[in-house]
């Protein structure tokens, strides 16, 4: 049994901001040697996501409307009582997901014809780390 | 270490869909021959779900016209002027989810007395596949 | 190849309660003896959640205020037709998520400064079960 780990570093200009972090995924998964098994790749912060879907950048910009709708940016949360003004960020990444998890087959990502793995920052400007591990033979 | 890897193919009647997909889990299950390990059931596409909840279709019902309500089917989506008119089946599978990740224990998926595996299908009516990777020995 | 399985039982004293699991799943990862691999920790009953986010008491006031405000507690919900009164928990759960899957690496959780394990029941003051499978070397 093989095991890789890579801790993936970011750092976006804007408080919300979209990555799409598949060449770095299969770039880990190409230096892991792995050709069968999973990969997980998961935000290591909770007002972040990692999730699955289009590289279409109106879609995207249809998401964070979305994202909107469903989170009110302005409430008065209880978490921003201790001093954060970010518990939108905690609610948004809930809805878009914390992790995804991969197969490898063949030495590469199994994927669809459109998967591709997103990074969401909600509350960047700041260091912020992606876990990725691979698990297989 | 055992890796076993299928590809189910659906192709639903209607655009929005939910199959109940826990016996050709099982079946792939049986077929890895994996006693202990975990399987990932991931939607390939990115406008369909899998997920885990209940095999009532009074409840799947309910989960058609909650997702109704919090995502806006006819909406002026940005996406959509790329000549799709899907997204809103991007944003209900971000609710929904993209995949399960289940224990194999024994032989067998290690479940709760209700739990079954779902495929939620938003944009259906053409080929679509799910990806079924188990990893153990 | 090391496989690890628990299964926690938890019965809350309210209908909805969110529990910090933590504790639990580094003490099965310890008693697993893995030090590189992944954990899946699940709820096995279809009205609970498992995910990961912040330890802090206001965030989870602010998080099960924003689930009422997704989902209507009240409504006429055909799955309460079968006698159930639960179908907001279907619901609440799907938001929350059913999973999370975690990385083990040098025999600990790989875990963000702020991460921690949360069981969230939406149904509970009876018996439910969290699954714990560990899988690694």
């Known amino acids: 049994m ?7 570093m970011f750092q976006t200009k804007d ?4 990555i799409n972090i598949t060449p770095q995924v299969k770039e880990a998964v190409r ?19 990692v999730y699955v879907n289009d590289a279409e950048p109106g879609l995207i910009q249809d998401f964070q409307d979305w994202l909107k709708s469903l ?5 008065d949360y209880r978490h921003n009582l201790t001093g954060e003004d970010n518990a939108y ?3 948004m990444r809930t809805l878009m997901g914390r992790e995804a998890v991969v197969a490898v087959t063949g030495g590469k990502l ?3 014809p459109w998967e591709q793995i997103y990074y969401a920052e909600f509350d ?3 260091k912020k780390r992606v876990l990725v591990k ?3 033979e």
């Open 2 to 8: 093989k095991a890789h780990t890579e801790h993936l």
């Open 89 to 91: 960020a905690h609610l």
């Open 134 to 136: 691979i698990l297989g």
């Open 71 to 75: 989170v009110d940016v302005n409430k």
């Open 110 to 112: 199994d994927f669809g």
């Open 15 to 18: 408080r919300v901001e979209f």
């Open 31 to 49: 230096r892991s040697g792995v050709q069968e098994g999973l990969v997980l790749v998961n935000a290591m912060h909770i007002t972040a996501s």
């Open 124 to 126: 960047g400007r700041r």
